[in-house]
């Protein structure tokens, strides 16, 4: 998941929670989040359907198509999750920080220059 923007990880916490999703066409879906992809097709369980006229159907199981979703409402609880946490200073660098090893031309010099150093 690293390459997703925060909306999209935040989605995916949802997993499990109840959820409320409007579509384009006014629909309104209100159930528990199965499944979702990084392209926001969701699956909900257990549906509350509300029509734009106001009528109210329940459904077993639905699937949304992502392009057609106008919003999602999530639980309050997610305002915790970790996507929302203040990095430290020098954070999202990789595993060695600013000019360390594994970035740049000098790598394999450096390589050689250890492997050298530990056959004398």
């Known amino acids: 998941m690293a390459g997703l923007g925060i909306p999209v ?9 109840t959820v409320t999703c409007e579509l ?10 199965m499944n979702c992809e ?3 097709n969701a699956m909900l369980e257990g549906v509350t359907v509300t029509g734009r006229d106001g009528k109210v159907t329940n ?3 639905v699937y949304l198509r992502g ?3 106008r919003y999602f409402i999530l639980p309050d609880m ?8 203040k990095k430290g ?3 999202g660098r990789g595993v060695y920080g600013p000019g360390g090893k594994g970035r740049g031309k000098g790598l394999a010099a450096r390589a050689r220059t250890a492997a050298a150093a530990t056959r004398k």
């Open 78 to 85: 997610l305002r915790h999750a970790p996507m929302f946490k």
């Open 24 to 33: 384009k066409t006014g629909e309104m879906y209100r159930g528990h989040l």
């Open 38 to 40: 990084d392209n926001m």
């Open 9 to 17: 990880k935040l989605l995916h916490e949802g997993i499990g929670h």
């Open 89 to 91: 200073r020098g954070a």
């Open 67 to 69: 392009s057609q979703i």
């Open 59 to 61: 459904l077993e199981q």
